[in-house]
């Protein structure tokens, strides 16, 4: 008896899909830093999943170690022991040209001050990462797609100065989207934002996670994040102290 792809029998004899490996493994990560005679213990043996299509945040205040986690999942800093697996591959058996392509076509990055080109449009701020990302054909299609997902498709050809501190953010977050990555980081996305513009950009995270199947990693100290993440995991000097599944 022939079975389906993506299914196996489970015990009782009934087909049972197969669950898809975390996009983000992280297992037993430290990184020290050496500060002249001295060590600095940032990360203190981390471990962390997050899978396809959640939000995930990492709570907790400055200095409790998100930064410095969020770059070494991102590949742009390397853990002094300990693993990350990306997409069930070990980062650590990257090279720099394959994290590069890795970053540019399945990673996508969201950060506080946003990052945004003043000189170009909206659309243009979108069509120039899909540029990087090696898309040759469709990229104003793509941008435009991403624009609209996140609410901003009539303010498409307005300049930065013309946008406000919210709509700003939603434009990184289109360019972040735009790729249709497996994963995005961010880095206190909603630090610069009052409110209820930060509440708004939340719920888009949590839209883009659920509607779009992407998965978000979020660093923030913001508690309105119980309300929309999938899991919450909290850190307090460079260790995980409390995992919580608000919304699941």
């Known amino acids: 008896m022939s079975e389906q792809p993506g299914v196996t029998p489970n015990l009782s004899g009934e087909a049972a899909e197969t669950k898809a490996p975390p996009v983000i493994r992280v297992e037993g990560v430290r990184r020290v830093y050496q500060m002249e005679a001295s060590q600095v213990e940032a990360l203190k043996g981390v471990s962390l999943t997050v899978e396809q299509g959640q939000l995930a945040a ?67 701020n979108v069509e120039l990462m899909l540029r990087i990302a090696g898309f040759t054909y469709e990229r104003r299609k793509l941008a435009m797609r991403a624009l609209e997902i996140v609410g901003l498709g009539p303010w498409a050809h307005h300049r930065p100065w013309e946008l406000s501190g919210g709509q700003q953010q939603r434009v990184a977050i289109a360019r972040a989207l735009s790729t249709h990555p497996d994963l995005i980081i961010a880095d206190e996305p909603t630090g610069e934002l009052d409110s209820s513009t930060g509440r708004q950009i939340m719920a888009l995270f949590r839209y883009i996670a659920v509607k779009e199947g992407i998965s978000i990693l979020m660093a923030t100290h913001d508690p309105m994040i119980e309300e929309y993440a999938h899991v919450v995991y909290e850190l307090s000097d460079g260790q995980v102290v409390a995992t919580r599944r608000p919304n699941p």
């Open 58 to 124: 990492l709570r907790g205040r400055s200095g409790s170690g998100k930064t410095t986690l969020l770059n070494i999942i991102g590949g742009l800093d390397k853990p002094t022991s300990g693993e990350v697996y990306l997409f069930n591959l070990p980062v650590s058996g990257m090279n720099n040209d394959e994290l590069t392509e890795l970053r540019r076509k399945r990673i996508g990055f969201v950060f506080q001050s946003f990052a945004i080109m003043p000189m170009f449009s909206a659309v243009e």
